[in-house]
């Protein structure tokens, strides 16, 4: 990538041109098409669906595993870098499905914004809500885009006032568009007045093409645009009522800047990448453990966010991700692990996406490196050079299903316990283990049941170890201690085991089983764990 083939730049330097974000929106609202046609139009790739595709289309890339295939679902995440104007956009993919949520909360940590993408016919639906509140808790500033404005759909204002009060965040419309859903002609930047007339080409393969006319010039167009009258209105009727881009409280998580879009047939997202290049924010000093900031100029670190394997059926290779945070990354350096002190190696580099890969042979703050078979890390350690750092943990969530598992052949120990530890270290699920089960039998945890399917097959898969799985009755957990969990473990329905991370977890029915508890054994710890 040349982009990042500038080494004689500082790291600060660099890290000024990077915008580092991910799309939360609900299944089905457009995030692969917006990943295509931001691709596309940030000229990545030549044609929209090399990327990006699902039945019908090229394959996705990041649908890599037969059973994302069949479900039609995004479980994995990766990254994306495009180049716009100057600017170096890394976009890291989120799984859409609730019950990956806690592999998104990930992914949430390692970005600086987050575009909340919303069908226009739909408004506000429940995983978006899911997504937005991770991102508030972060505070990371969120772009709205509208997104199927060519498709019939409800109200702009309509849905300017849904954003309003699902949200709380003040939507600060930036374009306004110029004809209703279903029949987008363009849009007006309310900031100067300056139209933009937008046309798909046939079949959405290629750019879309726009006109740009200044305010000046709008009155050109009025007499055979009867649209423009009515987006006018609209605009200044959202600008009595203080919906103005305000940069300050959008970058502090008050207000959000809104766009319209129809990333299907690429419009308004030539928009979308210049609001990115020019609202979204550089990374900045990220802080560490015992909040004091790590600058972006100090010596070269990094935390793992998210580790995946398989994504080459012929290789069998284990990607990690790491952020980099601070100084500059170079391929072949070798840096310490926090977590274990020793030395790790980052020889095989690439920066990808899906099976489109590049070796990355510079990065700076803000980039996303793939690791290929670093399975010496776990997800949330940090790596470092010269100075050391440790990075806060990737909070895990709070699980609510859980199973024995146990390999279906018995001689297939080995690769059974092998590929449990994998999956765990990959934080496709946690693990569990008690003295009373042995610590053989782990119980897994998940926060989605469609987590132990993926436990299931990848260990058949990958491992050639098929699994039995039985279900528990617990859907609730507490973080305990060593004082309660003895009282804890003797109570009828209660179980008490210890995550690998050595939080001891008490495990209860339900909610009024948990109550019930509480409320005559006060002197019990039981704290509630993030929830999801
Ligand atoms: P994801 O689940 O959020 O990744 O959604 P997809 O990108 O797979 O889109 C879901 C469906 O909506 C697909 O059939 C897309 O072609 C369609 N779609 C996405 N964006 C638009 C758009 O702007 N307009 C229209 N009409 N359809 C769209």
Redesign the pocket.
């Given at each position: 990538m040349s982009v990042t083939d500038r080494p004689d730049d500082s790291p600060g330097g660099q890290a000024a041109r990077r915008r580092t974000f991910a799309?939360i929106?609900?299944?089905?609202?457009?995030?692969?098409?917006?990943?295509?046609?931001l691709a596309l139009n940030a000229q990545a790739i030549d044609e929209a669906g090399h990327i990006?595709g699902?039945a019908g289309r090229s394959a996705t890339v990041s649908d890599w595993m037969g059973m994302e295939k069949e479900r039609?679902?995004?479980i994995s995440s990766a990254s994306m870098q495009l180049q716009h104007r100057d600017v170096v956009l890394n976009l890291l993919d989120t799984p859409?499905h609730a019950d990956f949520s806690e592999d998104t909360y990930r992914v949430l940590a390692a970005v600086d914004a987050a575009v909340m993408?919303i069908?226009?016919a739909k408004g506000l639906e429940p995983q978006t809500m899911k997504l937005f509140r991770v991102c508030r808790h972060r505070n990371i500033p969120i772009i709205t885009v509208i997104?199927?404005?060519?498709?019939p759909g409800k109200e702009a204002l309509e849905l300017i006032d849904e954003i309003r009060e699902e949200t709380g965040l003040t939507p600060t419309p930036v374009t306004w568009p110029v004809g209703i859903a279903g029949d987008f002609r363009g849009y007006v930047e309310r900031g100067t007045g300056d139209l933009t007339l937008i046309r798909a080409t046939p079949g959405g393969r290629q750019a879309a093409e726009e006109e740009h006319l200044d305010a000046d010039q709008v009155d050109r167009v009025a007499q055979e645009l009867p649209e423009l009258a009515e987006a006018l209105e609209e605009s200044e009727l959202l600008e009595a009522s203080g919906a103005d881009h305000d940069q300050d409280t959008f970058l502090a998580g008050i207000s959000t800047p809104v766009f319209f879009?129809?990333?299907?047939?690429h419009?308004g997202v030539p928009r979308l990448l210049d609001a990115l290049t020019e609202l979204a924010p550089p990374p900045e000093p990220r802080p560490d453990v015992d909040g004091a900031p790590r600058q972006l100029d100090a010596p070269f670190s990094a935390f793992t966010f998210k580790i995946q394997s398989g994504m080459d059926a012929a290789h069998r290779d284990r990607l990690a991700f790491v952020r980099v945070c601070s100084g500059v990354f170079h391929r072949g350096m070798t840096v310490t692990s926090a977590r274990t002190g020793r030395p790790f190696s980052m020889k095989y580099a690439h920066l990808a996406f899906g099976r489109t890969r590049d070796v990355v042979d510079v990065a700076y703050p803000g980039d996303v490196v793939g690791i290929v078979n670093a399975s010496a890390l776990r997800i949330g350690d940090t790596l470092f050079e010269a100075e050391p750092v440790v990075y806060p943990p990737l909070p895990r969530f709070a699980p609510e299903h859980f199973a024995v598992a146990r390999p279906a052949d018995m001689g297939r120990m080995k690769q059974f316990r092998r590929g449990v530890d994998q999956l765990e270290a990959e934080g496709v699920i946690q693990v569990l283990r008690s003295e009373r089960r042995g610590t053989h039998v782990p119980v897994l945890a998940a926060v989605g049941p469609m987590q132990f399917e993926v436990v299931e097959h990848r260990l058949r898969e990958e491992f050639r170890s098929p699994s039995k799985l039985e279900p528990l009755g617990h859907s609730l957990a507490r973080a305990t201690d060593t004082d309660s969990a003895e009282e804890l473990a003797a109570m009828a329905g209660v179980e008490v085991l210890e995550r690998s991370d050595g939080q001891l977890l008490a495990l209860f029915r339900d909610r009024w089983h948990l109550l019930g508890i509480e409320r005559t054994r006060k002197h019990l710890t039981l704290e509630a764990l993030v929830a999801a």
């Open positions: 799309i929106s609900h299944p089905d609202a457009g995030k692969s098409t917006l990943t295509e046609s990006h699902k039609g679902i995004s859409g993408l069908d226009a997104n199927k404005w060519d498709r879009a129809a990333a299907v047939r419009l």
